[in-house]
């Protein structure tokens, strides 16, 4: 069974502090990861997406892959109460496989 | 442009009505989803449509049945439906499987 885990939270962050999001994978053939934001009662809207080791940065977003530790997190600096959010992360097994499994989601709270 | 199209926004029906969902993208993208989300739980997915194939996840019940007009449609249409699939349901698609999706605003359904 493919699973993808992270803390459900909620995680609370004071505003302009970083925010830490951990996320990891059963399955050693994972290829892609991607991070998704969720509003209350919105569609998941993408953040960032790595494919290789390392760290990847956008903005005020950075997303980190291990592979050998089978770990992602999503690193969000200057943390702003608009963060606040359930924060997916999704994983890609083998390209060309139509399914992404979805960890459980952590929901974070910026707090002015 | 990144962007998917859902409608309705909102659907009410009752167990014995029909009716249908509709998705659009005018990306190119050659693989699209149906998805569904209960309260507090992360995305399910219930269909995929790529290379012209339709993918069934063997646990969605015979009351949703998705219909692929063109490359750029899928619908998804519902008959004698229970309370118990008021969700919010997802489309999503992605230029080929495996690679980022990309999601719409998502119908939210109530079965009364």
């Known amino acids: ?112 | 442009d990144t962007e998917v199209t859902q409608t309705p926004k909102h659907l009410v029906m009752g167990m014995t009505n029909k009716k249908s969902l509709k998705c659009e993208q005018h990306m190119g993208h050659r693989a699209m989803y149906w998805y569904k989300q209960k309260a507090k739980k992360p995305p399910e997915l219930m269909f995929v449509y790529s290379y012209e194939k339709l993918s069934i996840n063997e646990s969605v019940p015979s009351r949703f049945s998705p219909e692929c007009p063109n490359s750029s449609l899928l619908n998804l249409h519902l008959h004698a439906l229970q309370p118990e699939d008021s969700a919010l349901y997802l489309c999503a698609s992605s230029r080929w499987t495996g690679e980022t999706q990309y999601f719409g605003p998502g119908t939210r359904l109530l079965v009364l």
Not at chain 1, 3 to 25: D, F, H, K, M, R
Not at chain 1, 43 to 57: C, F, H, V
């Open chain 1, 1 to 112: 069974q493919k699973e993808v885990e992270q803390n459900s939270g909620p995680l609370s962050v004071p505003e302009g502090a970083i925010a830490s999001l951990n996320c990891t994978y059963s399955d050693r053939g994972s290829q892609s990861f991607f991070w998704y934001r969720q509003y209350s009662g919105k569609s998941p809207e993408l953040i960032m997406s790595i494919y290789s080791n390392g760290d990847k940065e956008d903005g005020r977003f950075t997303a980190q892959l291990n592979k050998a530790s089978q770990y992602v997190s999503l690193l969000i600096r200057d943390s702003q109460p608009s963060d606040s959010a359930t924060y997916l992360c999704v994983v890609s097994y083998n390209f060309g496989n139509e399914k992404l499994t979805f960890g459980t989601g952590t929901r974070l709270t910026i707090i002015p």
